[in-house]
C-alpha cells in the first residue's frame, strides 16, 4: 500500500436498477480510485486507452494496458487500487452485477 496522496478519479453513478450499477470513472495522469474490494461481480469497458497501475492488497504492483473498447470482468471481493498509470486522461466504465 502507498502513502502517496494523488489525484482522485472521478466516478460518476450512471445508472442503478435491482439487477446493476453503473458507474463511469475519469482519471486525469496519475489520480487513482483509492482502495476498495468490489461487493460484486462487474464487467470493465474502456472508453479510452487505459495504462493501468494495480496495486494490490498482498502487496503486489502490476502494470496493465487495455486498449480503447476493450472489455474484462473480475470477480467480487476483488481488492486493489486501479491507478492512470499514463500521461493522458482515461476513462472507462464498470458495470456491477448484483
Given at each position: 500500500?502507498?502513502?502517496?496522496?494523488?489525484?482522485?478519479?472521478?466516478?460518476?453513478?450512471?445508472?442503478?436498477?435491482?439487477?446493476?450499477?453503473?458507474?463511469r470513472?475519469?482519471?486525469?495522469?496519475?489520480?487513482?480510485?483509492?482502495?476498495?474490494?468490489?461487493?460484486?461481480?462487474?464487467?470493465?469497458?474502456?472508453?479510452?486507452?487505459?495504462?493501468?497501475?494495480?496495486?494490490?492488497?498482498?502487496?503486489e504492483?502490476?502494470?496493465?494496458?487495455?486498449?480503447?473498447?476493450?472489455?474484462?470482468?473480475?470477480?467480487?471481493?476483488?481488492?486493489?487500487?486501479?491507478?492512470?498509470?499514463?500521461?493522458?486522461?482515461?476513462?472507462?466504465?464498470?458495470?456491477?452485477?448484483?
Amino acid at each position: 500500500m502507498c502513502d502517496e496522496m494523488r489525484l482522485q478519479a472521478m466516478a460518476t453513478l450512471l445508472m442503478e436498477t435491482e439487477r446493476v450499477k453503473v458507474w463511469r470513472y475519469d482519471f486525469e495522469p496519475g489520480a487513482e480510485t483509492g482502495w476498495h474490494v468490489h461487493g460484486h461481480d462487474y464487467v470493465i469497458t474502456t472508453l479510452t486507452d487505459c495504462p493501468l497501475r494495480l496495486e494490490l492488497s498482498d502487496g503486489e504492483t502490476r502494470e496493465s494496458f487495455i486498449p480503447a473498447g476493450s472489455a474484462y470482468s473480475r470477480p467480487q471481493g476483488t481488492a486493489h487500487n486501479v491507478i492512470n498509470a499514463g500521461d493522458a486522461a482515461m476513462s472507462f466504465v464498470e458495470v456491477e452485477l448484483k
